[in-house]
């Protein structure tokens, strides 16, 4: 699955040309035009990546990326501000709250796509890799092809598309929602009882005997695909 793109942006020349940018070089690309609804959207969707903007009609995009930093509502997703300012202090300033890069506008494109590759490539390697894998469960993105040790397991594409979200997010408890919105899409029309319907599916397949299930369910919260490790 491609890795996701939060742009938050009011210019709408410059999240055209963002949008069709990131999309051309494989990523998936949702858009903001304030503070809160890229706020809103983050409640709701999971994301690899921010790009923000520093004057923002509600709220200033340094001030968001503060929030955000300090509510540790996204501690690990990468945050690259785009702004005007060039000067050094905005600089220090915008790393001080949080901040993993800066782009000085007018800037360009090729150099700002190979930024967000590079934060990638360190924050969330998953979202890269060809193969995910976690203690004796490993899934070959390539080969279309998921292993439990020696035993090769077969999965229907949704249970294929679960996997594939849980293993890229291990240790992390994804809500409903924010499986809804990966594996199906944010238009699809699925309830959470199709979520739990699935996610037993994914468990019949990937349990046998004394194995240890890999899923663990965090009630009100939603799942979490969790290091396997051997009962003691």
């Known amino acids: 699955m491609p890795a996701k793109v939060l742009v938050v942006e009011d210019d709408e020349t410059i999240v055209t040309m963002l949008e069709y940018n990131l999309k051309a070089s494989g990523f998936e690309v949702v858009t903001a035009v304030s503070a809160e609804e890229g706020e809103l959207i983050l409640s709701e969707q999971l994301v690899d990546l921010i790009i923000l903007d520093w004057m923002l009609p509600d709220m200033s995009g340094i001030e968001l990326c503060g929030r955000l930093r300090r509510t540790g509502k996204m501690p690990r997703v990468p945050i690259i501000m785009l702004t005007a300012r060039g000067e050094e202090a905005d600089r220090i300033r915008g790393f001080s709250n949080g901040a993993d890069d800066y782009v000085v506008k007018p800037f360009s494109v090729p150099e700002l796509m190979a930024r967000a590759k590079a934060l990638l490539r360190r924050s969330a390697p998953s979202r890269v890799s060809e193969i995910l894998a976690v203690g004796d469960i490993s899934l070959d993105r390539e080969a279309h092809r998921v292993t439990r040790s020696s035993r090769e397991i077969s999965l229907g594409p949704t249970e294929y598309r679960l996997l594939e979200v849980l293993l890229e997010s291990a240790g992390r408890v994804l809500s409903r929602n924010q499986l809804i ?37 965090v009630r009100g919260a939603g799942y979490s695909f969790e290091t396997l490790t051997k009962a003691s």
């Open 181 to 217: 919105d990966r594996v199906w899409g944010t238009t699809a029309d699925i309830d959470e009882r199709t979520i739990d319907v699935h996610v037993g599916r994914l468990r019949k397949a990937l349990v046998r005997g004394n194995e240890i299930d890999p899923i663990r369910t």
